[in-house]
């Protein structure tokens, strides 16, 4: 039997929370409204090891369980084709038989239920072996407590919960140790004073762009060309820089000096003075004035870190930033006037005393470090030597586990295969069942009881026949019409058929050697009334108490999904002389919940509508169903107490005091629940808003104490 149900991530049920159903009994019956999430749990039954069920559970979890589902997928599976497949009974009146098969039956049923108490039993071992484990785990974690706080505290990290604490223990072997804590924790503390932290390495300063100071360049005299004929007057004045920056300005037609129009073809023979080849050397000149730029600006980066901060480093650094300053001017002179000559203060020497403090400072640094690195092979190895004795320690408590351990596995296996041997005895009882069977089944039984049933509810036109060939199966035929009759059935007969012979296949095999044991399933009914006239409700809830309900006996467990009232009190009304059902509630508002409930819970249909408006001020259902619910709530109130005349004078008056509500009372007022509009042309709907509303419908028509108590107001 399912104890429980878990419920999530599919259809309407949330993604992050798991919806649980339980503890279920005997015979468990849904009440939803249609949307809500009922035909989910049927749907998850009959297949749930599907992908789409991966959340979900059962509990306890069976692969041997056989459930049988009614729904709109067995109609669709079984009624598409143009024939069924027949269902074998028991032939009535062979007496011997049905006795032999009876006994058969009892022996299965009783090898069964050694088998459920030995796996029973195996695994009450299982469960001792978790709870012996689970003790010993809080034993040595006890164990532990002490050397939580002290020095020795960083031999614990890693190990950090019980189940790693025991797995590190068992990869442990025992040796005999002489040690003991206290001096452990002294030469740990001793190591630990001295700090743990390795010194960093101080860099080098590197400063290859060096090679700029000394370059050739910067000695050239850099000028024009030859080529042209004022080349020797601008070599004689020696201010080829000045006239070379006069380029960049604008050509003018006169001396900008004595205001004469300049000869034809001046400006050329200037540019001609400033020849590619100057071009080349000044764009050197910019390049060697680049790199110097940039690893200037890389050094005095460095020189920012931590390990420079010293008085020593810093009057070296300022040395060094000097000449980097008059170095880096002296490139910028030269770039601006090529022509000029340039020497530059080579930094090599500083670098070299710069590098040399460094390098006396690593020595200590290495040697301090060695030390460090010496401590922590010194602590890794009083860590290795605390776990030996830890472990020692901890033996008695390992070695009493192991043994009621062990102890507790020899007896789990020997329940393990004496289920096996009694489910090889069950197979052979299933064989004798199937063969018993075979012998005294047939399907024709099935057909006289489905045409009776058809008969009985009124349904006449066609029939349930045995087809014609090889194969045991049925078919539906009219007087008329041999084929594809099921498409020519009203929605109502569909169901009915269907129905019919569902309760057929619970009660008997589809397979004529079916060796499983019809007490062992589990039925789920999904709305069997739906497409139905209430005239044919009374007729179902009779069937099911007749066919699977009773003998209490006849099934495992059953299932019962609605959305009627009707059938939920019919139903109610056959389970109320059991005293084994539980009765549970669908709401949906974000997602599906369901919620146990009593037999006075749900009423009828007037007080259904009250709680689905409570559902919504509650938030376990839409706020979109309080429109529909108030409409059916006056309608049948103010019919029953015959003052409709007053209804329409209060709506009409609260619509012209709430002009915003005006679409709600126009909805509420008609007169068809066919006529009907968008729920959306209310916006946003606001419970508390629209319930003050409605109270005051019934204030103003005088039963302000009829909405009190209905809302559960009243004191």
Avoid at 281 to 289: C, D, E, G, H, P
């Amino acid at each position: 039997m399912i104890k429980n149900l878990i419920l999530r991530g599919v259809s309407s049920y949330s993604p992050e929370l798991n919806s649980q159903v339980g503890p279920l009994t005997k015979v468990n019956m849904f009440y939803g409204h249609n949307g809500t999430g009922k035909t989910t749990i049927g749907n998850y039954l009959q297949d749930p090891a599907d992908l789409l069920y991966h959340q979900c559970q059962t509990q306890p979890a069976s692969a041997e369980r056989e459930v049988l589902v009614y729904n709109h997928t067995f109609m669709e599976a079984n009624f598409q084709a143009s024939s069924q497949a027949g269902i074998f009974t028991l032939n009535e009146g062979n007496i011997e038989a049905e006795k032999e098969l009876e006994a058969a039956e009892l022996a299965l049923k009783q090898v069964l239920t050694e088998h459920q108490a030995e796996v029973a039993a195996g695994n009450a071992f299982g469960d001792s072996q978790k709870a012996n484990k689970a003790d010993m785990l809080d034993q040595l974690w006890a164990l532990k407590k002490p050397f939580e706080t002290g020095p020795l505290r960083y031999c614990l990290v890693g190990p950090n919960t019980k189940e790693r604490l025991g797995d590190k223990l068992r990869d442990i072997a025992l040796v005999t140790s002489s040690e003991d804590f206290t001096a452990l924790a002294t030469e740990a503390e001793q190591l630990q004073s001295a700090g743990d932290t390795e010194l960093p390495a101080i860099p080098t300063l590197r400063f290859a762009e060096s090679e700029v100071e000394t370059s050739p360049l910067l000695s050239e005299v850099i000028s024009g060309s030859g080529d042209s004929y004022l080349s020797a007057l601008i070599t004689d004045l020696g201010n080829s820089d000045w006239v070379k920056h006069a380029l960049e300005f604008h050509e003018r037609e006169q001396c900008p000096f004595c205001q004469q129009t300049l000869p034809a073809g001046f400006y050329d023979e200037i540019r001609k003075v400033f020849d590619k080849t100057y071009e080349q050397r000044v764009s050197q000149l910019k390049a060697l004035k680049n790199r110097y730029d940039g690893g200037v600006a890389r050094l005095k980066s460095q020189f920012q870190r931590a390990e420079y901060r010293a008085p020593e480093y810093q009057a070296l650094l300022a040395r060094l930033d000097a000449l980097f300053t008059q170095n880096i001017q002296g490139l910028a002179a030269k770039l601006a006037s090529p022509s000029m000559i340039v020497a530059l203060e080579a930094t090599g020497a500083v670098l070299g005393e710069i590098n040399a403090l460094i390098a006396e400072d690593q020595l200590k640094i290495d040697a301090f470090n060695l030390k460090v690195k010496d401590k922590k092979t010194h602590l890794e190895n009083i860590k290795t030597r605390f776990w030996n004795c830890f472990r020692a320690s901890c033996d008695q408590v390992i070695t009493s586990a192991r043994k009621v351990h062990s102890e507790l596995g020899v007896k789990k296996e020997a329940k393990r295969k004496l289920a096996d041997e009694i489910r090889i005895k069950a197979q052979v009882h299933r064989d004798a069942i199937a063969l018993s069977k075979a012998k005294i089944t047939n399907i024709d039984q099935s057909i006289d009881s489905i045409n009776m049933s058809l008969a009985v509810l009124g349904l006449k036109g066609f029939l349930v026949v045995r087809e014609e060939g090889e194969l045991p199966r049925y078919k539906l035929q009219r007087p008329d019409q041999q084929a594809d009759v099921f498409k020519t059935l009203s929605e109502g007969e569909k169901t009915l058929i269907s129905f019919l012979y569902f309760l057929e296949v619970c009660n008997g095999e589809l397979d004529e050697k079916g060796g499983k044991l019809k007490s062992e399933r589990i039925i789920v009914i999904d709305d069997p009334i739906s497409s139905l006239s209430h005239n044919y409700i009374y007729d179902i809830a009779s069937m099911i108490h007749r066919r699977v309900l009773s003998p209490k006996e006849r099934f495992k467990q059953v299932f019962i999904l609605t959305h009627n009232l009707f059938f939920f009190h019919e139903m109610l009304n056959h389970l109320k002389k059991s005293d084994e059902f539980s009765l549970f509630r669908i709401t949906k508002a974000a997602h599906s919940v369901i919620t146990p409930m009593k037999a006075t819970d749900v009423q009828n249909d007037y007080q259904s509508f009250w709680q689905a408006i409570k559902d919504a001020q509650a938030g376990r259902t839409s706020a979109t169903v309080i429109p529909n619910m108030m409409r059916n709530i006056l309608e049948y109130y103010f019919t029953f107490v015959h003052r409709l005349d007053k209804l329409q004078a209060a709506l009409a008056t609260l619509a012209d005091e709430d002009a915003d509500f005006k679409a709600l009372y126009r909805y509420v007022n008609r007169e068809s629940h066919a006529d009907a509009v968008n729920i959306t042309d209310f916006g946003e709907i606001e419970p508390a808003h629209y319930l003050e509303r409605f109270r005051q419908v019934f204030v103003k028509t005088g039963f302000e104490e009829h909405y009190e108590k209905m809302m559960g107001e009243q004191t």
